[in-house]
């Protein structure tokens, strides 16, 4: 469901270019295909905004919940259209890698009264200038509840003209029957350099409560760092066995770029800006949110930042999901373009679905600055910028921005899948999501 950065600011393109294809291509080619990997989310209609899932109302919680457990994950959006539009909802087992999993009838994964659910829990807005609805489902709840461990693929439909269903979106979460111990450690002695810009993991996975007869086929290990599914590590078979211990020891495959610390900015009123804001104008439609011009940053800056966190709020709001308003937030990137090798800037978070055009830069020559135009609802937010290149568009690296920097505190997610020799499904049997691993 679910998670590599490097700076050469104000050095020449092509200093950059010859680093980036020695130090990051050979872990562009570790990371497989996650395109329809839990922890992404995919929006089909352009009216939909803002789409969070919690775990019992936490924010940073990881998006997967105990099997039969008492926790329960919220899933909430916005439709800016702002008229009632019946959706509907449907939930699928996948595998690891977040396809469906075929093996397995709708009853065998899944108690529900019908094949889809209306989600009927809607408010709308409140003296807001960007009228929309807000929309929001618990699950497990009366009408659908997961029955296996594994990953889920969560759909909401509307209806076109004529009647017919199509999706909105698709967002992804996990059930979790934990029978593993996962023991990590992260360290900047890695297998390419020494402190400098990136971070290696070691794992132990205590499998003592599972048969294994083939544990590089029954057993897969994902990892993302700071929730991002452009970079996550799928499928690394362990280094050794210890008994009924999994090892992943001196593994190359688990190698990520440092990256630097999360920037932030408030948006918590439409009458003047909050932090890292310049100013607030209203130009009809939308209030104009114009955040400070960042840099390119030549070293590595601590700060209390939360790893792409982000939270709606809105000052004076008695209820931020219905009161909190929408702005369109004017973004500058203050460096030189690159323009020796096709290269995108975008600019990321967890409230970003991903590297896609929504939140790309482009190169305005009159200020000499990459700039972005995202709406937002008002809140707090991390947020960092990522490039890509050409022959890798799907992953971002922080190379060209954000420098890499072995001080950089990560947090890195760890889910230990498990199909037994004969079973029909990957159960998902370990997750740990440690506020931060620390590099040691």
Request: hydrophobic share 30%; aromatic share 14%.
């Amino acid at each position: 469901m679910f998670y590599i950065n490097i700076v050469s600011t104000h050095l020449s393109c092509g200093i950059f270019m010859k680093h980036f294809l020695f130090t990051s291509l050979f872990w562009l080619a570790c990371i497989c295909s996650l395109q329809a990997q839990p922890g992404r989310t995919t929006i089909f209609k352009p009216s939909i905004h803002t789409i969070q899932l919690k775990v019992d109302n936490n924010a940073e919680n990881f998006p997967a919940i105990a099997l039969g457990s008492n926790e329960t994950l919220q899933l909430s959006f916005d439709d800016l259209t702002h008229e009632y539009v019946r959706y509907t909802y449907k939930i699928e087992h996948c595998d690891y890698e977040g396809n469906p999993s075929d093996e397995l009838f709708d009853n065998d994964y899944l108690y529900s009264v019908a094949d889809e659910e209306v989600i009927d829990n809607y408010q709308p807005s409140t003296n807001t200038t960007v009228l929309y609805n807000h929309y929001a489902l618990s699950i497990p709840n009366a009408h659908m509840r997961p029955l296996l461990s594994g990953n889920y693929r969560l759909t909401v439909f509307d209806e076109d003209d004529e009647g017919n269903a199509r999706k909105a979106f698709q967002c992804y979460f996990a059930v979790v029957d934990k029978r593993v111990g996962i023991y990590a450690q992260c360290t900047t002695d890695t297998e390419i350099d020494h402190n400098d810009s990136h971070q290696q993991l070691s794992l132990r996975v205590d499998c003592s409560n599972l048969t294994l007869r083939n544990p590089n086929d029954e057993v897969k290990l994902f990892v993302m760092q700071n929730r991002r599914i452009d970079n996550a590590i799928m499928g690394v078979p362990p280094t050794a066995q210890n008994g009924s211990n999994l090892l992943w020891e001196h593994s190359r495959n688990l190698i990520f770029d440092a990256g630097n610390e999360y920037r932030k900015m408030e948006i918590l009123s439409t009458r003047y800006p909050g932090m890292h804001g310049e100013s607030v104008k209203w130009f009809a439609p939308y209030y104009h949110y114009t955040i400070m011009t960042d840099y390119p940053r030549k070293n590595y800056l601590y700060d209390e930042d939360h790893n792409g966190l982000y939270v709606t709020r809105y000052e004076g709001a008695g209820d931020a999901d219905t009161e909190a308003d929408y702005v369109l937030a004017h973004f500058s990137l203050n460096m030189p373009q690159i323009d020796n090798e096709p290269t995108s800037i975008y600019v990321s978070g967890r409230w970003a679905t991903g590297l896609n055009d929504a939140y790309k830069m482009r190169y305005d020559e009159n200020s000499q600055q990459y700039v972005a135009d995202i709406l937002l609802k008002c809140g707090y937010y991390n947020y960092f910028y990522l490039s890509s290149v050409n022959s890798h568009p799907h992953v971002g690296l922080t190379s060209i921005v954000e420098g890499n920097y072995f001080q950089t505190e990560n947090e890195y997610d760890i889910l230990v899948y498990y199909k037994p020799t004969g079973s029909r499904y990957w159960q998902l049997v370990g997750c740990i999501t440690p506020k931060y691993v620390r590099a040691k």
